[in-house]
């Protein structure tokens, strides 16, 4: 019988060398991981969950691989004691995030790319805690025809013969489940009729907590105790009203208490101007602050520049514009906030709201539907099944490098 409590730490989404419209976002990140060990350390955390999209892109600039190992390596010296387990999410490379976990599991960090049987059970905090670590599951970690639902029944039963009583179970995923709010993350577009869509039904209720990653919005599934952690940082303009946060799970003789949210500081705000006419556009620019002059000090003038607001303009134009970007840019010359995004809404003639409308319902169709209609056009019958089953490859090929 395991006894005694422990402290568990859910983050998730940190998307690693993420640019937004071109503007890295280094400097959130560093300022992040930062606060990261400031509160594992302030609140005496265990061991640290991380569910997936460590990196925003499967072959990640140097400086990001960087600072994952420089961060875990801080966790080690400020915390020996505290475990770390990641697992990959589908923006990582399986394995390249996994390549170092041989040298990285001398160090107490359990890093997770592909599924694997053997070894995704992983005792954590002095066997107080078990975690079933399961990455995002490629088609090609499902034998055929097994679906995801099927696999984490298999992981239930092997969670479950490996677990101690008093001991507590995290299991972890990186999907959506279905129940799940993606309301304007940059997740929308890959997640809804995705192949990685499951339920919540398949984590039953003897699972202490579940650890989940994908949906940037932080956000609870059908209990309190089934968490998505939601990105650190918002990773697109979409997110600028997401409250972020990491979630702390004590757990006493496997049992969770109500998890606890830590919003996390923001270190640059986002400001959205419009859809409006130019001269209100240009009347809000005009009330923005301007930009600080750079001090004598260089190291807090670095900071003052790095954390100027990113700005999104849209402007409602009922005839083209030409020198709109200009007219914009010249409003924002001495002002501090900084232009990542100019977009145009045609409020003019019907040709131009209609080309609009046909872009939109284009949007919201479903690559399968468009597909079925195009062969059968060609092929004067409808696609077999083994067609079908050759664009969805395709298609969650196309999902995964998006
Ligand atoms: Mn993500």
Redesign the pocket.
């Known amino acids: 019988m395991v006894h005694a409590g422990m402290r568990v730490l859910h983050t998730s ?1 940190w ?1 690693l060398g993420h640019a937004l419209k071109d503007v890295t976002r280094e400097y959130e990140h560093a300022r992040f991981l930062a606060w990261l060990l400031e509160i594992c350390d302030r609140e005496a955390v265990d061991a640290v969950v991380i569910t ?2 460590v990196f925003d892109s499967s072959t990640p600039p140097a400086s990001a691989e960087r600072m994952w190992f420089d961060w875990v390596a801080a966790a080690r010296r400020a915390r020996p004691a505290m475990d770390i387990v990641a697992i990959a ?3 990582d490379s399986p394995a390249r995030l996994g390549a170092a976990s041989a040298v990285l599991h001398e160090l107490g960090v359990h890093v997770i790319g592909g599924f694997d049987r053997a070894r995704f059970l992983i005792p954590i905090a002095g066997g107080r805690g078990l975690v079933a670590a399961v990455p995002f599951l490629r088609p090609i970690d499902l034998p055929v025809g097994v679906e995801i639902t099927a696999l984490y029944a298999e992981v239930m039963e092997l969670a479950r013969a490996r677990r101690q009583p008093g001991q507590a179970l995290i299991v972890t995923g990186h999907l959506y489940l279905a129940g799940a709010d993606p309301t304007w993350t940059s ?1 929308r577009r890959i997640s809804i009729g995705g192949q990685e869509s499951a339920s919540a039904r398949m984590f039953p209720a003897d699972i202490s907590y579940v650890a989940l ?2 949906m ?1 919005r932080a956000q609870r599934v059908m209990r309190d105790t089934m968490r998505y952690a939601g ?1 650190p940082i918002p ?1 697109s303009l979409d997110e600028a009203r997401n409250r972020h946060s990491v979630v702390l799970v004590d757990l006493v003789d496997g049992q969770p208490v109500v998890p606890r949210l830590v919003p996390i500081p923001r270190t640059i705000e986002i400001v959205r101007l419009g859809p409006a006419p130019l001269v209100e556009i240009l009347a809000e620019i005009a009330t923005l602050p301007d930009r600080v002059e750079p001090g004598p000090s260089s190291d807090a003038s670095d900071a003052v520049d790095r954390t100027r607001p990113y700005l999104e303009v849209i402007v409602e134009l009922a005839r083209p514009e030409p020198r709109l970007r200009q007219t914009i840019e010249t409003a924002l010359d001495r002002k501090r906030a900084r232009l990542v995004r100019l977009g145009v809404e045609h409020t003019g003639t019907g040709a131009t709201l209609g080309d609009h409308a046909i872009a939109q319902r284009l949007a919201e169709l479903d690559p399968r539907d468009v597909f079925r209609r195009c062969w059968a056009k060609v092929h004067e019958e409808a696609p077999s099944a083994e067609v079908i089953g050759a664009f969805e490859r395709l298609l969650a090929d196309v999902e995964l490098a998006s």
Do not use: F, P, Q, R
């Open positions: 989404d998307h997936g999209d999410g589908n923006h997740e990653g994908h940037h990105a990773l």
